[in-house]
């Protein structure tokens, strides 16, 4: 059983944001092609769990990575505050263009979100200011799982939410054989011979979905964290999921 404390196949934080700003120029397409083009809809399932407790509502994306996430939530959220944080300034520099350009060409409105380079586990924000707090694609390669449950329950006001969209391999999925060999064997081919990828880079994150905790396990990490009103969903035959909890009320 994995702990929130150890990651599979863990990494350094540095050597894990060289490699994310290494791959960044073909991330977003690459993500298409390993989540065979349902990335899309898994990060609409995870928007519209978004709990806004103060409209027009606060939210923060963590390992927000080129901004994706964020402009799922502002189709649905337009008028939030949203805040994007991620370590990588590649990815970051990539999230402000995507996001100027979806502003100008009227795919969201609403204010601007803001970007911040900064560490999930550690971010400098205040503390109680989001209503939600996200991350989608970015736990598992996150070393220490119970610090970032920790800064998420403390970015949080209280009854605030905080969603995780992750994709997990289950070995008894229908589609469990050809799923192993998408991630592990033709998803670094596909990076290396196709879109000049590092072919290491997609092997480390094949594993790290391999590896990466079912939804039931997750729900049990985040409850011992102190997240109360637990939940998850799965998706496409159980190859995503979203888990919800909760920042305990004042009265609790």
């Known amino acids: 059983m994995t702990t929130a404390a150890n990651a599979p196949g863990r990494r350094a934080p540095d050597k894990i944001s060289s490699m994310f700003a290494e791959i960044s120029p073909r991330y977003d397409l690459l993500n298409r092609v390993m989540s065979l083009g349902r990335d899309i809809s898994w990060r609409h399932a995870l928007s519209r769990r978004i709990l806004v407790l103060q409209p027009p509502g606060n939210l923060l994306d963590l390992a927000t990575g080129t901004g994706d996430q964020i402009v799922s939530i502002k189709r649905f959220w337009p008028e939030a505050e949203i805040t994007g944080l991620d370590f990588a300034a590649p990815m970051l520099r990539l999230a402000k263009e995507k996001l100027r350009l979806a502003m100008e060409g009227h795919r ?36 220490d799982r119970k610090g970032l449950y920790g800064s998420a329950l403390d970015l949080l006001r209280p009854g605030g939410r905080f969603l995780v969209l992750e994709i997990f391999f289950d070995p008894r999925g229908l589609f469990a054989p050809l799923y192993r060999r998408h991630l592990m064997t033709v998803i670094p081919f596909l990076a290396a011979r196709v879109f000049g990828c590092p072919a290491e880079a997609y092997r480390y994150l094949g594993a790290s979905i391999m590896k990466f905790p079912h939804p039931e396990l997750l729900v049990d990490e985040l409850e011992r964290a102190g997240f109360v ?24």
Request: aromatic fraction near 10%; hydrophobic fraction near 40%.
């Open 108 to 143: 969201i409105a609403g204010p601007l979100p803001g970007l911040v380079k900064g560490d999930a586990v550690r971010p400098d924000l205040p503390s109680g200011s989001f209503d939600s707090v996200s991350i989608s694609f970015g736990l598992r390669n996150i070393a």
């Open 229 to 252: 009103d637990l939940g998850f969903h799965t998706y496409t035959f159980g190859v995503a999921m979203v888990v919800w909890g909760h920042k305990p009320p004042r009265n609790h």
